[in-house]
């Protein structure tokens, strides 16, 4: 269900605010945004007339969640560069408590790339009726050809300046990311250029040495792709980019929480060695994902999902996820010793500072954007997901 930004009370839930979970709340949304935040039952006094309730029932009501690293879902690809395939992805993604999404792409050539890039525009040019597109992650096409996962290797690229700053200039503001293998001749130039402009550079498909990810840093790489996987693996006498990554707290770690792509104790592992805000729940969500078992395809490549795994046709490599951010959520909760408060910082609030949103949403707070989250007790299912104010999934309401 799509509605204008109204004034909402929201009540009987459990709020994450901040770092503290505070019970029996009632939050206040006006024109879009938080006014008030009542705790204990407490009946807030800002309501207005129009307002409309909705009961809680003794649910978690989180900050909305910000996925920097997803592909597609429920049948689209954002590759596929289409008002309606975008539609389809922030519409399902939306109704798992995604408020805003990067548009990902795959190693694809220049012109699918670029095909992208106005695709997002356009699409971010007109109202954005399910989860918000914030912005582009080019993931791709300057990554290692000893690591390219399932990224399509026919299209793999050494990094190109001035491809970097014909988009930048064309597009300026559109694209938030771009993952590229730090070590690969002219990197350093990219990540300089990225930096400069508050684009985040981040490590990922890299065979990158301790050292070499340490001079990236340096030039002004922040984050590190689905860290683990597709990348040069921790040793004792050689870090690598995994060492780099656990080590080094300018660099933050995006996590795959599935349990598919990195075990449970790696997991416990990463989330020991870095401060809570340096990590990033993402998905890496591909077409597949709300749709089940089947066959599918990601950047030309064939791929086959079976008991919700993706992997490509040959060789049997993990390609992308099914994930949604409610399951790597409740994941971390039932797999980590972190609270909520602690999980929902790495779905929302970190990634909305890495993307210089931090001012504006990623939290629940009075003068925040209402982009919020209500799920039941078990974080299972989403009955309510909000952008900006705007109901964008469900619609059982109790006035």
């Keep these: 269900m799509n509605e204008a930004a109204g004034n909402w009370l929201i009540r009987g839930v459990n709020a994450v605010v901040g770092d503290a979970v505070v019970a029996d709340a009632a939050i206040v949304v006006k024109n879009g945004k938080i006014v008030e935040i009542a705790a204990g039952g407490e009946r807030p006094a800002a309501q207005a007339d129009g307002t409309t309730e909705v009961d809680g029932s003794g649910g978690w009501l989180l900050p909305g969640f910000i996925d920097m690293h997803v592909h597609g879902g429920f049948g689209s690809d954002f590759m596929d560069a289409s008002a309606p395939a975008y539609d389809a992805i922030t519409s399902f993604h939306a109704s798992k408590g995604t408020t ?14 670029e095909a992208v890039l106005a695709a997002s525009a356009a699409y971010r040019g007109r109202p954005m009726p399910y989860a918000a597109l914030a912005g582009v992650h080019l993931e791709g096409p300057f990554i290692s050809e000893l690591w390219p996962g399932a990224q399509n290797p026919s299209f793999i690229s050494p990094p190109r300046l001035d491809w970097v ?11 938030k990311q771009l993952t590229l ?4 001749e002219g990197a350093a130039d990219v990540i300089a250029h990225l930096a400069r402009r508050g684009i985040v550079a981040a490590a990922g498909h890299t065979d990158a040495l301790y050292a070499q990810v340490e001079a990236a840093a340096e030039a002004g790489l922040t984050q ?53 805000d340096r990590v990033i729940l993402i998905t890496d969500a591909i077409s597949a994902a709300g749709l089940g ?4 395809e990601l950047g030309g490549l064939g791929v086959d999902v079976v008991n919700g795994v993706a992997r490509l046709r040959e060789g049997g490599s993990l390609a992308g996820s099914t994930l949604t951010m ?64 705007r109901l964008v999934h469900g619609g059982t309401r109790a006035g």
Aim: aromatic residues 4%; charged residues 20%; hydrophobic residues 45%.
């Design 100 to 113: 805003r999404l990067l548009a990902t792409t795959v190693t694809a050539s220049r012109e699918a790339i």
């Design 165 to 175: 700053e014909a988009w930048t200039s064309r597009y300026p503001g559109l694209i």
């Design 181 to 184: 293998a730090p070590e690969k």
């Design 224 to 276: 590190a792709v689905h860290t683990f996987n597709a990348m040069r693996a921790l040793h004792h006498r050689e870090p690598g980019t995994v060492g780099a990554v656990l080590s080094d707290d300018r660099i933050h770690a995006e996590l795959i929480a599935d349990g598919h792509h990195v075990h449970p104790a790696a997991i416990r592992l990463l989330v020991k060695a870095k401060p809570c």
């Design 293 to 296: 078992d089947g066959a599918y």
């Design 326 to 389: 409610i399951d790597a959520v409740r994941f971390m909760l039932e797999h980590t010793d972190l609270g909520i408060a602690e999980v929902s910082r790495m779905a929302s609030a970190n990634p909305a500072r890495q993307l210089g949103l931090s001012g504006t949403t990623g939290a629940i707070g009075v003068g925040l954007a209402a982009d919020l989250v209500l799920t039941d007790a078990g974080f299972r299912d989403v009955s309510h997901t909000w952008v900006e104010g």
